[in-house]
Structures are given as structure tokens and as C-alpha cells.
């Protein structure tokens, strides 16, 4: 199964590590995996560890409000959280797999508040209080693990019209280039992109396709809320396997910057590869 879906709302990367038998000490284990936060089918709240190699779920703990917190373990060398419930002596150990170690902190901030209080959903901002920059998070957008190729084709073209620099400057958001501000002249220097993008537009839409119409639905607080979700869904590094079934680099899954650039790059190919037969 995939290492995350409609019900994630954390998610990073991280193995597991384990008590060396009769000691204190703790040693990572070289698997590649995942944590995965999500509220299962039981509406519970689950606490689960992925292998990223096979994508199965090897740990899944139901987790209580307060049962529970996720803590840097200042003894160990490296990079290593350990999971420890207040009701029981389950103790259970990750390190953090992510290439920057500047992650880790915010990572454990929104794990233990999670933990603590009921309800809590992860904002990931620029500076997230009391916790380093962000530059990873999760809970994908559902229009992610549905996207088709035609609508990445189309996204393509948006993108590559939007930025006609050859530099994105680093930890920005999909939100800041995704705007109605972008989209909108778009639709009116553009009008063939109107008729391609409707069919991919829920079908019950009450007014025929126009530049208006398009322009109200990326105004939309939903429109919003997808391009935020999809943010997400890239900052945790884990969507290489969905970038390749998309015709796109493992790589454009790992970060926005690395996705914007690899949508761009298609783009110019195409355009390229067009030009070439216009001239054949």
C-alpha cells in the first residue's frame, strides 16, 4: 500500500533503532523507512512506521491524547526520537533519515502536539513556534494520488507561463506561485487553456466553461486548501513513486522547488520537441 494517503496528516522520513539487549544503549537499524501519523478507519489516531523500500506498515500503535510523547533522546548518538507512552513501559525508538538535521525539530514539535492535544493539525509556516524553518511536512491534498497526466500537462503549462526566471528561490511555498494573481491573466491571454481545463473541474459546475469560472475557482478557499494539501504532500520527500507514473523524476517528488523544476523542464522539451516537427 502507499506510504501515505487521504487520512495522513504527518509524515517523514525515519528508521527505526532498538535497545542493544542487557544495555541503554540504542542502535539504528540501516532500513529506509517512514512515520506516518493518520486517523484510521476507527477514528483513532495512529502512530505507524512504513518501510520505504517495501511500503509495508511494520508498526501501527493507537495513540491517546497525552498517552504519549515523541523526544529527542539526548544520550544517544545521531539523530534518534523515542516514542514513550506514560500508561505502559513501551518504549520505541526512530532516528531521522532526512538529509537536514535542521528538520528534525519541527518534526518532533508537531509529533508531540499531536500527542497532546486532540484535534491538533500541523501548520507549516515559514517559522513554526518554537521550531526551526520548515522545510518538510505532510498531509497530502486528495487531488494529489488521483492527479492524471493530462492535468499535470496542464499544470505544466501554467507553471512554465508563470516563471519565466531560470531561478526559484528556495523554501517558498506552491501557494505563493499558484495564485489567482498568476492564473488569471492566464485565462485571458490564454483562452484555449479553458476549454482543456474544464473537463478535469467537477462535473456539476452550474455556468459553461469561462475565464470567469476558472478565475472564482482558484479564488476558492478549496482551490486554496488542495494547492496547500499538495505543498505538503511534497515537502515530505515521499512522492517519488507518484512523480514517476506522472512521466517525472523520483526526484521532483522530493521538495516544491524540485517539482516546479522538473514541471518546467518538461515543458521546455515539449515546446522544443514541437518546434522540431514544426520545421521538419
Known amino acids: 500500500m502507499p506510504l501515505t494517503d ?29 512515520v506516518v501519523i493518520a486517523k484510521g478507519e476507527d477514528e483513532l489516531l495512529h502512530f ?3 518501510n ?10 493507537i495513540l491517546f491524547p497525552t498517552d504519549a510523547s515523541f523526544t529527542r533522546v539526548s544520550q544517544a548518538s545521531g539523530r534518534v526520537y523515542v516514542l514513550k507512552f506514560s500508561s505502559s513501559d513501551q518504549r ?13 525539530e519541527e518534526f518532533a514539535y508537531h509529533v508531540d502536539r499531536l500527542l497532546q492535544i486532540p484535534g491538533y493539525i500541523p501548520v507549516w509556516q515559514a517559522a513554526a513556534p518554537e521550531a526551526p524553518q520548515a522545510s518538510t511536512s ?11 497526466p493530462e492535468q499535470l500537462a496542464q499544470l505544466r503549462a501554467l507553471v512554465d507561463q508563470m516563471s519565466g526566471a531560470t531561478h526559484f528561490e528556495p523554501e517558498f511555498f506552491l501557494s505563493d506561485v499558484l495564485t489567482p494573481a498568476n492564473f488569471t491573466p492566464l485565462f485571458t491571454s490564454h483562452p484555449e487553456l479553458i476549454s482543456t481545463i474544464f473537463p478535469h473541474l467537477p462535473p456539476d459546475l452550474p455556468t459553461p466553461p469561462s475565464a470567469e469560472v476558472l478565475t472564482q475557482i482558484v479564488s476558492s478557499p478549496q482551490f486554496r486548501g488542495a494547492v496547500l494539501g499538495f505543498d ?12 514517476r507514473q506522472l512521466g517525472l523524476p523520483e526526484e521532483a517528488g522530493t521538495s516544491v522547488e524540485a517539482f516546479l ?20
Request: hydrophobic share 40%; glycine share 10%.
Open 6 to 34: 487521504r487520512s495522513t496528516i504527518l509524515a517523514f522520513k525515519a528508521g527505526r533503532a532498538f535497545r542493544r539487549e542487557g544495555t541503554n544503549t540504542v542502535e539504528p537499524h540501516a532500513e529506509k523507512g517512514a
Open 48 to 50: 505507524m512506521w512504513k
Open 52 to 61: 520505504r523500500v517495501t511500503e509495508e506498515t511494520d508498526e501501527d500503535l
Open 92 to 104: 520505541h525508538f526512530f532516528w531521522m533519515q532526512d538529509g537536514s538535521a535542521a528538520r528534525d
Open 138 to 148: 505532510a498531509q497530502p491534498a486528495a487531488s494529489a494520488s488521483t492527479a492524471t
Open 232 to 243: 505538503r504532500a511534497l515537502r515530505t520527500g515521499l512522492l517519488g513513486g507518484l512523480m
Open 261 to 280: 523544476r522538473a514541471i518546467r523542464e518538461q515543458a521546455r522539451e515539449g515546446n522544443a520537441g514541437a518546434e522540431s516537427m514544426d520545421t521538419d
